[in-house]
């Protein structure tokens, strides 16, 4: 029986129309509008993730100086009130340092985190588990060969950024290790004392003026001044010995003596520390902003 020509023509009608179709459905017109939609889409959205990126960083920073302060408390728990050692050299010696080495740019610590884990030299380390990822505001991006023995010539980030107070601590060079650091650099020429005329913490009883809810003990310092373990500020000028950070959208993090932690943006674009020890005239905002909360005279 001879099959209907409708039965066999349909389906080739059918399937020449869908091609047709088909091909005329996306042309290379319609095409680069839709490249220029998403490049135009992805520029409004660049920012907002540059901007989010940011705020992470910055949360992840203030929660690192939360733990520190946190440690900082329990240990001036257990030994009655004192601050650990914090003394003006980057000392490496078993219970000198509540952050030991040199940690700034080609110093002999820079890229050294066993040290922060040594639980005998970094005195902080046993009561942060030793995850030493808290001494440095993530949005540091120092990377180098690793020295330290268990990372030994790896690509690391640098192991440290935050720095003390330099008026707050214990000198463990003086009789028992339980006084006052001298503060050496709060009179602008290293020979400020404990004695005077700019008071210095030992104690968490001590804290007086200015208040702990308004003195400062922990920040995230620039990169340029890291040094060791102390933030050194000078009281008498309109200049900074050592660069706060400013990582975060032109601000930095800071821990206080009450244990709270905000990020201080900074006012004065000079505050970027590219001057370095210079003068600043006329002064600098965000410098008496740190001063006011370094210290006050006895």
């Given at each position: 029986?001879?099959?209907?020509?409708?039965?066999?023509?349909?389906?080739?009608?059918?399937?020449?129309?869908?091609?047709?179709?088909?091909?005329?459905?996306?042309?290379?017109?319609?095409?680069?509008v839709v490249c220029?939609?998403?490049?135009?889409?992805?520029?409004?959205?660049?920012?907002?993730?540059?901007?989010?990126?940011?705020?992470?960083?910055?949360?992840?920073?203030?929660?690192?100086?939360?733990?520190?302060?946190?440690?900082?408390?329990?240990?001036?728990?257990?030994?009655?009130?004192?601050?650990?050692?914090?003394?003006?050299?980057?000392?490496?010696?078993?219970?000198?340092?509540?952050?030991?080495?040199?940690?700034?740019?080609?110093?002999?610590?820079?890229?050294?985190?066993?040290?922060?884990?040594?639980?005998?030299?970094?005195?902080?380390?046993?009561?942060?588990?030793?995850?030493?990822?808290?001494?440095?505001?993530?949005?540091?991006?120092?990377?180098?060969?690793?020295?330290?023995?268990?990372?030994?010539?790896?690509?690391?980030?640098?192991?440290?950024?935050?720095?003390?107070?330099?008026?707050?601590?214990?000198?463990?060079?003086?009789k028992g290790g339980?006084?006052?650091?001298?503060?050496?650099?709060?009179?602008?020429?290293?020979?400020?004392?404990?004695?005077?005329?700019?008071?210095?913490?030992?104690?968490?009883?001590?804290?007086?003026?200015?208040?702990?809810?308004?003195?400062?003990?922990?920040?995230?310092?620039?990169?340029?001044?890291?040094?060791?373990?102390?933030?050194?500020?000078?009281?008498?000028?309109?200049?900074?010995?050592?660069?706060?950070?400013?990582?975060?959208?032109?601000?930095?993090?800071?821990?206080?003596?009450?244990?709270?932690?905000?990020?201080?943006?900074?006012?004065?674009?000079?505050?970027?520390?590219?001057?370095?020890?210079?003068?600043?005239?006329?002064?600098?905002?965000?410098?008496?902003?740190?001063?006011?909360?370094?210290?006050?005279?006895?």
């Open positions: 029986m001879n099959q209907s020509p409708h039965l066999t023509r349909e389906p080739k009608t059918k399937l020449a129309s869908l091609r047709q179709e088909a091909g005329s459905a996306f042309s290379q017109v319609d095409l680069l220029g939609v998403i490049v135009f889409l992805g520029a409004l959205l660049m920012p907002a993730m540059a901007r989010s990126r940011v705020s992470d960083q910055s949360f992840q920073c203030l929660n690192n100086l939360r733990n520190l302060m946190r440690a900082m408390q329990m240990y001036t728990h257990d030994y009655h009130d004192l601050f650990p050692p914090n003394p003006d050299d980057g000392n490496t010696r078993p219970g000198y340092n509540w952050c030991p080495g040199a940690a700034g740019i080609g110093q002999s610590s820079e890229f050294d985190g066993d040290l922060l884990k040594d639980l005998s030299r970094s005195l902080l380390a046993p009561y942060l588990a030793t995850n030493i990822t808290f001494f440095r505001c993530p949005s540091d991006t120092r990377t180098g060969r690793s020295t330290a023995a268990s990372t030994l010539g790896q690509v690391v980030s640098a192991a440290r950024n935050v720095s003390m107070n330099g008026a707050v601590g214990t000198d463990p060079y003086s339980q006084l006052p650091v001298d503060g050496p650099w709060l009179d602008g020429t290293h020979s400020n004392t404990r004695n005077g005329p700019w008071f210095t913490f030992g104690k968490t009883t001590s804290i007086v003026r200015p208040s702990p809810a308004m003195l400062f003990v922990l920040l995230d310092e620039n990169p340029i001044s890291v040094s060791d373990g102390g933030f050194q500020v000078t009281m008498v000028s309109s200049r900074f010995i050592d660069g706060p950070g400013s990582f975060h959208n032109f601000g930095c993090s800071m821990a206080f003596a009450d244990g709270r932690c905000e990020i201080k943006k900074w006012l004065d674009a000079r505050t970027s520390w590219t001057t370095f020890a210079a003068n600043y005239l006329p002064p600098n905002p965000d410098v008496t902003w740190i001063q006011e909360r370094t210290t006050s005279l006895k």
